[in-house]
Each structure stands twice: as structure tokens, then as C-alpha cells.
């Protein structure tokens, strides 16, 4: 008897081939499942004929004969949709669409979410079906607002009931801020800020209100501002805003290269280890006061000036010595000093009297006004 407690078999790993077509940026998932119905998709040989089917990585896709490639880095623009033109890579009536008017060495992109056609404003662009099916769903709670100019005399207080939400023809529209700024003659400038998005949710919600939108403009997706590119202009999203902002990292992007150090750069010195500084030129110290500076070794003290720790060495006849008597210098003459002599020291501080010389008579205290007083 077979014992089937044993663990199942596992599933083989990998993603469903809609999915793989639209992460290549051939197409979206529906229409992927609409290629596969066609039998344009051949894996390892053999033509699909559900979607069903789960690809490996060692498996080999084939589109219209073709194979397919390794999906490229995941990338996003920032697109300035002008009014007029159709957010769809074919439309039925022959309108012209705004992938008609995008530069060819972009490649095939897809839109994140949809302008219509009277709409303008901020429209994301990517490569990565996958990426843009994420960012469109209302669970990543990024804010999309607008700029809308509506027809009519607004009353603001109407729009404080819309933080509800609201249901119109059986279909029930999520929060929406409604902020009004300016009245302008007949027409009323507001910004709007929801986080669904669904299909003229805007101009159904306002119709729904009594106002005509005659004009709206999308300010931001999310993170993602409109800011000043012109109108028609395309800008890609640096790679390091798609990290911080998306968290895609080059485990996603098997195209992604790795950070590595270049000539520019240079690499940290490693913990524990202290980097030695460069020599510098040795400056000998100053001497000290009162002490000669030591001669070079090459070089003789001068005669006179003694050397370190050493005696002077005086050359010809030696100083007569002063001969030692009894008798005292002549005192200074006193009296007054002739004409062209030196005058006398000023004193050192204010208020402070020279001092006598030797023969001087002591000058008696008073001075002009003690004299007039004796008078």
C-alpha cells in the first residue's frame, strides 16, 4: 500500500507569461492573453494555447517568431501630456495618440494610468508592464492631484460632503478634497486630491454637482511633480529617485549594474587602520632669549660669541683691568643746565613727579595757588 503523506510535489517557480510579456514592455497582461488566444507565443517550442502556463527562467519565449529579450532595467518618465491627444497605443476612430509623437529610440513604453483626451498634465511612462500595473492600483495611497477650472459661481461648502465620497449611477467614488482658491468672472479655479483615479472620475463627480470642468490639469502622481517641464517635453527619473522612492534595486533589474568604484571615486580607508599623513618639511625651532643659536657643524663661532657650553676664546692682548684706588668719582656738577642739554625723562605714568637729582633743592609743597592764597 503507497503512503501519499509524503510531501507534495512543489510547484515549478517562475511567473505566468502574461505577466512575462508585459514585464518586457511588449504589451499590457490583457493583451497578452489576447496574443496567447491568437497563438502568437510559443514557449520551448510549442504554441500556447491558454495563459495559464507558468514560465522558468530557463524557458524560451517566442513572440511572432521572434525571441524574446532579457527585460531591460526598469525605467519611468515624467511625460507633459498636451490636450488633444489619446492616451492609448491605437485608438479606434484614428485619433492620434501621444505614443505617436514620443521619440522611436525610447522603445515601446506604457502609461501609468490614463489622461483623457481633453486632460493634460503630469503623465508617468514606463517600460515595465509590471512596474505600471503597481502604480496604478489605489493600494500604494499616492495622492494624484489636479488643478481644475469649472464653469459656474462655486458654493465651497458643497464640496465638504465629497470627503465621504460619493455614489453616482451605482458607482461609488472613494475621498476626494476638493480646495477651492479663486473666482474668476464666471469661472472657478479649485485643486483636487484623490487616490483612485478611476475612469472621468473628475468630470462625472463635478457634473454630478452641477459644475462644468472646462479645464484640468494634472499636478502630480504621487512623489512625482509636473513642476516646469514644458508642455510635450519627456524627462526620464534618475535611477537613484526610482530606489528611494519605488525600492528597486538591481535584485528586480537583472539589467541594474551594481555600484562599482570608478577614477572619480575614492574607496574609504578600512576600519581600524589610521591613514599616515604626508612628511612635511622639519622647521628647527626658534632659540631661545638670551642664548646664541647654535653654529652648523661646518661653521666656527665668530670670535667673541661664545659656542654652547663653552668659554669664549678671545684673540690679542688681554683688557687692561680698571685700577682699584680709594678715591670716588667727582660728584655731577650742579646748578643749572647749560643750553642744548637733554631734558629731563617725562614721567613714566600720569601724575607721577620726576625724581630730584643729586644738588637739587627740595621743592617746598604749595604751589601758584598757595601762593595766592598767602597773599
Known sequence: MSDDTGPAKAAPKGDRIAKVLARAGLCSRRDAERWIEDGRVAVDGKVLLTPAFVVTPGS???????????????????????????????????????????????????????????????????????????????????????????????????????????????????????????????????????????????????EHLGYDVTRLLRLSYGPFQLGLLPRGAIEEVP???????LGLGAAKDKGASRRTLTLKEEPAPPRGKVRIPKPHRAVEPAPKRGRPPAPASDERPAEGRPAYGKPAVRTGAPRAAPERSGERPAPRPSGPKPAGARAERAPSRAGDAPKPRMGDAPKKPGGPRNADRRR
Open 60 to 206: 524560451i519565449v517566442v513572440v511572432d517568431g521572434k525571441p524574446l529579450k532579457e527585460p531591460e532595467p526598469s525605467k519611468l518618465w515624467r511625460y507633459h501630456k498636451p490636450a488633444g491627444l489619446v492616451t492609448s497605443h491605437r485608438d479606434e476612430k484614428g485619433r492620434e495618440t501621444l505614443f505617436d509623437t514620443l521619440p522611436p529610440e525610447l522603445g515601446r513604453v506604457i502609461s501609468v494610468g490614463r489622461l483623457d483626451l481633453n486632460s493634460e498634465g503630469l503623465l508617468l511612462l514606463t517600460n515595465d508592464g509590471e512596474l505600471a500595473r503597481k502604480l496604478e492600483l489605489p493600494s500604494t495611497g499616492w495622492v494624484r492631484r489636479y488643478k481644475v477650472r469649472v464653469h459656474g459661481t462655486v458654493e465651497p461648502e458643497r464640496f465638504l460632503a465629497l470627503t465621504d465620497g460619493v455614489i453616482i449611477d451605482g458607482v461609488r467614488y472613494g475621498e476626494i478634497k476638493v480646495e477651492f482658491e479663486r473666482q474668476k468672472g464666471s469661472n472657478a479655479w479649485v485643486t483636487v486630491a484623490l487616490t483612485e483615479g478611476k475612469n472621468r472620475e473628475i468630470r462625472k463627480v463635478f
Open 239 to 245: 535611477r537613484r529617485v526610482l530606489r528611494d522612492q
